[in-house]
Structure formats: C-alpha cells, structure tokens
C-alpha cells in the first residue's frame, strides 16, 4: 500500500456469500473498503442481485437508493411536507402539491450552483435561509426583471452565476 496524504484515501470492494439461519439460501455480500491516514471504513451491502460488478452494485445502486432516501428525508423535514393535518383531502392534497412544488424549485437551485460551492451540497433549510429569505428591491419593466441586492449582500457573485444558469434558453 502506498501512503497515503489526509485527503487520500485507497478504495476496494470485496465479495462473498452469506446464509443468515432463517434464510432459504445464500445471498450476495458486497464489502466496500476504505483506508485512510486516520481510520479504516467499511461498508456491508447483502443483496439477492446476482449481476453487476461489486463497484456498481455499490456506487451507482446502493448509493443512489441512499441519496434517494436522504432527499425524501429533505422533503419531508425541512418543507414540512408530511403536515396533512387539514380535514379536507382536497386541501390536504393541494399543501402537498405546494411543498413538492417547493422542493423542485429548492433542488432545482441547489443543482445550479457550482460544485465547488459550501451550498452545493447544504441542506434545504440553508438554502431557504441564505438564498431565498433575501431582502431585495425588484423592479419590472415590460422587457426584463431586476433585482436590487444591498452592497454588501454576502451572496452576490453566487446570485449572479445563478441568474444566468437558470436563464430560461432563447426561442
């Protein structure tokens, strides 16, 4: 093994079979396996899925499942999707149409900023605080929108590059 600077870190999957006692056969066993200056992380997947490399099975399957659960979690706890509470199924159903139609816009947002961002990756509440929950002076013409941030708005380069990532395409 080489060594290994902080940041680096060498990767590799294992696979074996397993067959729990109340188990009718064996499953698939997947290890993933990180090593580090600081600390060795492994991960177990046991699928019934017989195709595939273990690096997809992992990375493209298990992950994405993962990410999957983690934006349901979003949708749920920081849009407050999950409160029905009204008596009226209609109404019920439209808070859900709204708050989805707040998750789009959220994630929708969080896509367009450069990946090298701190907000690339921060959660919906963060978003809501630093990017929506801005004071601004919005002024409308027939031919354009503008928007009217403070001097010392602490976003502003971001703002811009989202303006012009999320500028609908000409017709």
């Known amino acids: 093994m080489r060594a290994i600077a902080d940041k680096d870190a060498v990767r590799g999957f294992a696979e074996t079979t397993h067959a729990a006692g109340s188990w009718k056969r064996e499953r698939r066993v997947i290890a993933r396996i990180e090593a580090t200056r600081l600390v060795l992380d492994t991960r177990y997947i046991v699928t019934s899925i ?77 978003i809501r605080t630093r990017l929506l929950k801005v004071a601004a002076r919005v002024t409308e013409t027939a031919s354009r929108v503008r928007i009217a941030f403070a001097s010392a708005c602490p976003d502003a380069h971001l703002f811009r590059h989202l303006a012009q990532a999320l500028r609908p395409a000409p017709s």
């Open 50 to 126: 017989a195709h595939g490399t273990p690096q997809w099975l992992y990375a493209d399957l298990y992950c994405a499942r993962g990410q999957a659960e983690n934006l349901i979690k979003l949708h749920k706890s920081q849009l407050a999707s999950d409160r029905t509470s009204c008596r009226a199924a209609t109404a019920n159903q439209m808070r859900l149409i709204l708050h989805t139609a707040a998750y789009w816009l959220i994630l929708t947002l969080r896509d367009a900023i450069p990946k090298a961002h701190a907000l690339a990756k921060a959660e919906f509440a963060t």
